[in-house]
């Protein structure tokens, strides 16, 4: 096998592995039982599933210049998922749209309770 196969066959297990995870959070959407689940399941693998999809085709088009572009659509996805997830999940709680008895610990009861 030469260089250029080799990174053939590893790009093809990153994109595998990249969409596997991407599906596992879309039925994660769907079979989870309340909001916060689904968003934790809608961020985490997303991400992971975005970061190995894009390494993949990286590996595949690397003398592309194009490839920086790859770099930054999943720069982006790291900043912005997990902040847009909190700001949501914040919302959800403060609007009581959270079920509270799955919640095994709730540090933002005593930070919310009216003074």
Request: proline share 5%.
């Amino acid at each position: 096998m030469t260089g250029t196969e080799i990174l053939d066959w590893i790009s093809v297990i990153l994109l595998l592995l990249g969409a596997a995870l991407s599906f596992a959070a879309g039925v994660g959407l769907v079979r989870f039982p309340d909001l916060l689940s689904r968003m934790h399941t809608a961020a985490k693998p997303q991400v992971m599933g975005l970061v190995l999809i894009s390494v993949g085709l990286g590996l595949r088009l690397f003398p592309d210049p194009r490839v920086g572009f790859l770099f930054l659509v999943v720069l982006f996805q790291i900043l912005t998922v997990p902040v847009a997830s909190h700001i949501a999940a914040r919302v959800a709680y403060r609007t009581g749209r959270v079920r509270r008895d799955l919640i095994g610990v709730d540090e933002l009861e005593e930070q919310l309770e009216p003074r």
